[in-house]
């Protein structure tokens, strides 16, 4: 069964503006939620994470926020480029596998 | 910045060969996993080591087994492959004791024909 689900399979985004990137996870005994960028033909590039102790994490133009009440975390990337095109797995931990959701396919319009 | 290396990058076996998969960790990374992406899916995870014991087990089958060596380079070996096998193979490492993020290669490719 899918304990991190990422529901929109993709997302278009003009250059400049926000994307928001969902995700939403079953198991309450993850601790740990990271994300990861993957290009075709290239292993997943970690990007930012966030212990389940705090609500927020920010690097850059990245952001990433935890709600565990409704077990849900978003992606902000402020201001998206077109390099940012690619798709963004979630991922979940609660020890040493990594679970992850099934991806979203970002595209960032000039 | 040294990153995980994998090889081969590409193998193609036909049904019943064995396949082996190597993975070289960031130096001073202690621990190794193993994940599956077939296509259209999220990686799946299948087994980890850390400091030369396996320290997780997911979804691998029995035809897989792995290990990880001195050197801390692991190897995954899969018998009897099975057209479902063919997939992209990752590895990631990371210090196990004291990193939750996990640093991945650029994985194999498998095609089983």
């Known amino acids: 069964d899918q304990q991190v689900k990422q529901n929109s399979p993709s997302l278009s985004v003009q250059e400049g503006r926000i994307s928001i990137l969902n995700c939403d996870y079953t198991?309450?005994?993850?601790?740990?939620f990271l994300w990861y960028k993957k290009y075709p033909a290239e292993g997943p590039t970690f990007l930012i994470s966030i212990s389940s102790i705090k609500d927020k994490n920010e690097d850059g133009r990245f952001t990433v926020f935890l709600n565990k009440s409704a077990k849900h975390l978003s992606l902000h990337i402020v201001p998206s480029q077109p390099g940012d095109s690619a798709v963004y797995f979630c991922?979940?931990?609660?020890?040493?596998?990594?679970?992850f959701g099934k991806g979203t396919s970002l595209l960032v319009t000039p | 910045a040294a990153g995980v290396i994998q090889s081969p990058r590409h193998l193609i076996k036909e049904k019943r060969e064995t396949a082996t998969l190597k993975c070289y960790p960031i130096p001073r990374h202690d621990t190794v996993y193993w994940y599956q992406q077939g296509p259209g899916q999220d990686p799946q995870f299948l087994i980890s080591f850390y400091e030369k014991m396996q320290s997780d087990k997911g979804s691998i089958p029995d035809r897989f087994s792995a290990q990880q060596f001195s050197d801390y380079h692991s190897e995954l070996n899969m018998s009897s492959l099975e057209l479902g096998d063919s997939a992209l193979y990752f590895c990631?490492?990371?210090?196990?004791?004291?990193?939750?993020?996990?640093?991945f290669g650029p994985g194999t490719r498998l095609t089983v024909t």
């Open positions: 991922a979940a931990t609660s020890g040493y596998a990594l679970n």
């Open positions: 198991n309450s005994m993850f601790d740990y």
């Open positions: 990631a490492s990371n210090r196990g004791a004291s990193s939750y993020e996990q640093y």
